[in-house]
């Protein structure tokens, strides 16, 4: 348990550093860049100073023609740097820009290198969805096909798996990876919570694991779950107060997704997220 949760703040660690990062990658002017634009201005500044001054100087000089000379000199400098410093912004603009786009890429891979937009990517209409419900399995060891096959048979529910999506603990499937329902892939309304109204238009994200009974989300599974809920409130447009916990669905009354669960870190990780965002317009 305490190598467990070490490993978790190790991934945590991990993640600031990421996020970090993509502030970094997300800076428009970084300092090398400022610096050498203030060189070009000193550098202008002195041969200003020059064409101006050697007006004054040059009259005590026999040879006149060298004042022509460094004048010109002088102008065709001015205007080059002049040039330079002008297309600086430009350039870190596009810098900035790539590498932004770059981050964000990264954003929608999982820590499994799955492609979350290729993940959830479906054939058919996608239902408006509004809600994002998260669960636990209640279980240490689990996958989508296990849980299917318990909601076939126990259950008796025609669709099986009651969940869009499972996001593995590394047991019965890798530790992080996402596996799509067929609810999903169909686009058909859960059977997650005992809110028939909910289970319409609320996607059911389930994580293996008993996180009531002593676990915890692994490192990677809550890096998942995070980038995993992000890509689908941004592309369904659900606002953060509709991700909800199944009990905050409160019908039946349940644990689900256990005590242990660290809502709070999730939900200040999804803003975080959506902060290293600099396109909101642009969705997969
Ligand atoms: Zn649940």
Not at 112 to 126: A, G, P, R, Y
Not at 180 to 204: F, L, P, S
Request: charged share 25%; proline share 3%; net charge positive.
């Amino acid at each position: 348990m305490a190598k467990q949760q070490s490993r978790y703040k190790a991934k945590n660690q991990q993640k600031e550093e990421f996020r970090e990062n993509a502030k970094l990658n997300n800076k428009e002017s970084p300092a090398t860049e400022q610096k050498l634009c203030k060189v070009y201005v000193c550098f202008v500044a002195g041969l200003f100073y020059l064409y101006i001054d050697c007006d004054i100087n040059m009259t005590n000089i026999k040879n006149r023609k060298y004042e022509k000379m460094i004048q010109r000199l002088s102008l065709v400098f001015m205007v080059a740097a002049g040039g330079v410093i002008g297309s600086l912004p430009l350039l870190n603009g596009r810098d900035a820009d790539a590498k932004a786009v770059r981050a964000e890429n990264d954003l929608l891979k999982t820590t499994f290198s799955q492609d979350i937009s290729q993940v959830c990517n479906v054939s058919t209409k996608e239902r408006p969805w509004q809600y994002i419900v998260i669960h636990h399995s209640a279980s240490v060891k689990g996958n989508a096909t296990r849980f299917d096959t318990y909601h076939r048979k126990n259950r008796g529910w025609e669709h099986g798996l009651a969940y869009h999506f499972v996001i593995g603990n590394g047991t019965l499937s890798g530790d992080g990876e996402i596996e799509v329902g067929d609810r999903w892939k169909e686009q058909i309304h859960g059977a997650h919570t005992a809110n028939m109204d909910c289970n319409k238009v609320g996607i059911g994200i389930c994580l293996v694991g008993d996180f009531e009974n002593g676990g915890i989300p692994t490192g990677n599974q809550f890096d998942t779950l995070v980038r995993l809920t992000r890509y689908l409130s941004r592309k369904f447009d659900i606002p953060l107060s509709n991700i909800i916990l199944h009990s905050q669905v409160h019908q039946k009354g349940t644990a689900c997704p256990g005590k242990n669960f660290p809502v709070d870190e999730f939900k200040t990780s999804l803003i975080q997220i959506a902060s290293t965002e600099i396109s909101p317009g642009r969705k997969s």
